[in-house]
T-cell receptor, first 114, second 118 residues
Framework: DQQVKQNSPSLSVQEGRISILNCDYTNSMFDYFLWYKKYPAEGPTFLISISSIKDKNEDGRFTVFLNKSAKHLSLHIVPSQPGDSAVYFCAASGFSGGYNKLIFGAGTRLAVHP | DTGVSQNPRHKITKRGQNVTFRCDPISEHNRLYWYRQTLGQGPEFLTYFQNEAQLEKSRLLSDRFSAERPKGSFSTLEIQRTEQGDSAMYLC????????????????FGPGTRLTVL
């Protein structure tokens, strides 16, 4: 039962263009969403988050959009740089019992070509 | 802020042996999480501590697995009688929770311990 889905296992983008990574979720109780970036042999690095009370959050080149009615979020990277090449994980959590645990998607491998 | 550290980074063991991993969270963080990641998948939640109290365990955490956080600082994850299916990356994360932040405490991950069971 995959509650968080990243349907594109890979994405290839030219340097300077926009990268759009997508994520869908099924559990309507999720109310906090995060994106992590992971390089090989390293742990996930926090990138950006969004609460369900917002529909957009921006941090530099990174913007996350949340569409609650569609249970869909996306990460936009503009402009894309070769150093952005990594695996990107979408994660979700929902307040329950006073704690949270992250439910991750399977990841999307982004390759940014010069 | 030195970040979350994990030791060892790599562990190779034979089936049936016991292994123990250590996680040192960011110093002021009161929450500590363990996750497991296998190839091609995202991390999967195993267990969670708030200070020294273990508040939840996933059904993925069989009785061969035990985790402790004795003084609310570092944590250990022990796997007894390892099986080949235990081969994975074991990730630790920590966060700083307060009632005012609700559930929006961001989890910061360590580099992981890669376990290979032969």
């Amino acid at each position: 039962d995959q509650q968080v889905k990243q349907n594109s296992p890979s994405l290839s983008v030219q340097e300077g263009r926009i990268s759009i990574l997508n994520c869908d979720y099924t559990n309507s109780m999720f109310d906090y969403f995060l994106w992590y970036k992971k390089y090989p042999a390293e742990g996930p690095t926090f990138l950006i988050s969004i609460s369900s009370i917002k529909d957009k959050n921006e941090d530099g080149r990174f913007t996350v959009f949340l569409n609650k009615s569609a249970k869909h979020l996306s990460l936009h990277i503009v402009p894309s740089q070769p150093g952005d090449s990594a695996v990107y994980f979408c994660a979700a959590s929902g307040f329950s019992g006073g704690y949270n645990k992250l439910i991750f998607g399977a990841g999307t491998r982004l390759a940014v070509h010069p | 802020d030195t970040g979350v550290s994990q030791n060892p980074r790599h562990k190779i063991t034979k089936r049936g042996q016991n292994v123990t991993f250590r996680c040192d969270p960011i110093s002021e963080h009161n929450r500590l999480y363990w996750y497991r990641q296998t190839l091609g998948q995202g991390p999967e939640f195993l267990t969670y501590f708030q200070n020294e109290a273990q508040l939840e365990k996933s059904r993925l955490l069989s009785d061969r697995f035990s985790a402790e956080r004795p003084k609310g600082s570092f944590s250990t994850l022990e796997i007894q009688r390892t099986e080949q299916g235990d081969s994975a990356m074991y990730l630790c994360a920590s966060s700083s929770y307060s009632a005012g932040t609700g559930n929006t405490d961001t989890q910061y991950f360590g580099p992981g311990t890669r376990l290979t069971v032969l």
